[in-house]
């Protein structure tokens, strides 16, 4: 048996012929001649026929108008062809295929099928003179044209608006315009009742913004105008108080419904431009009388409000309720 000393003395030794011929000229003479045959075996493969499937974008254009297809159809043909490697590795690496463009030139019918082979030509522009095309899949485009009604709806807004803090809308969201020209086919269009926008999404606003916004776009449907402009005006907000008297309502003829105060204040929130608009004449204030006839009533009827602006917020009324006192008439 070997000993260990042996063993290890062994192994020293290849250890040193390896890197020997590591630092050789020996190893470089190899690498070079392994480089060449690789290289020249791969010139050689390059130079062979092969086949091999590119895809070509599509286009179709001249739908028949008033009408809309229905079917699925391919955004990409698989063509296959066949040429050199080289040439072929050139389409399937660095070259970028232009779409090829479809006319719907034949006279209309409900279901149509058009032979992918009137396209060859406009593919055969973008590859070699030497590349043979073997097959166009699908060799045939289907189609299913469906005659569109037409409806006007009116238009509805996707919108997401955030305020800045102490902003408040100054008017209502304008659109225009505010209905629109739908086409659809007629089952799809008996559910509609909007038009609907794409998302309009606007975060801290603090002035008046105006924004062309897509209609949302569906399948078998189409909107004559595509878009809407929409106009969003935002204003600082501050706060405001009014007295205003209270009207008693609902009192049988023989009596007389008094109350105390008989004039509240009105505390609301509202746009600046706003601010010299609203007054005391701008609410209607209330009591019912049929509200003594509750029995939880502890002497208070409360203050109900019949009218106020559209445009103010967070209205309060102090008091809430007002006392009471019923007398009968002489």
């Known amino acids: 048996m070997w000993k260990k000393e042996h063993i290890i003395d062994v192994f ?14 020996d190893l470089f003479i190899f690498l070079f001649f392994l480089v060449m045959s690789t290289g020249l ?25 008033g009408y809309i297809q229905t079917r699925e159809l391919p955004q990409k043909l698989r063509v296959t062809v066949s040429d050199r490697g080289n040439v072929l590795l050139n ?13 719907i030139e034949e006279p209309l019918r409900k279901e149509m099928e058009i032979s992918t082979q009137a396209i060859e030509s406009a593919i055969r522009k973008q590859l070699n003179a030497s590349t043979q095309i073997i097959k166009i899949n699908p060799d045939a485009l289907h189609f299913t044209f469906v005659r569109l009604q037409k409806k006007t709806l009116p238009v509805k807004l996707d919108q997401h608006i955030e305020l800045a803090q102490q902003y408040t809308l100054s008017d209502t969201i304008g659109i225009s315009p505010y209905s629109v020209q739908v086409y659809a086919p007629e089952n799809i269009l008996d559910t509609m009742q909007f038009a609907y926008t794409e998302s309009l999404i606007l975060n801290g606003l603090t002035d008046t913004v105006q924004k062309k916004v897509k209609l949302k776009e569906t399948k078998d449907i189409s909107y004559s105008p595509a878009a809407v402009n929409v106009t969003v005006k935002a204003e600082p907000y501050t706060e405001k108080t009014v007295e205003v008297p209270v009207v008693v309502t609902n009192v049988p003829q023989d009596l007389i419904l008094r109350i105390f105060p008989s004039v509240v204040n009105v505390t609301f929130q509202l746009g600046v431009s706003l601010y010299d608009k609203v007054n005391s004449s701008s609410f209607i204030l209330t009591v019912d009388y049929r509200a003594t006839l509750n029995e939880d009533n502890q002497k208070k009827i409360p203050v109900e409000i019949k009218k106020q602006p559209e445009k103010i917020f967070n209205v309060r009324i102090n008091p809430r309720k007002v006392d009471y006192l019923i007398e009968e008439k002489d």
């Open 12 to 25: 020293f030794r290849e250890m040193q012929r390896i890197k020997r011929f590591l630092t050789s000229k």
């Open 91 to 103: 389409y399937r690496t660095a070259r970028r295929f232009s779409p090829v463009f479809f006319n």
């Open 41 to 65: 075996w791969g010139l050689h493969a390059m130079r062979k026929t092969y086949e091999t499937m590119i895809q070509i974008p599509i286009t179709y254009e001249n739908f028949p108008p």
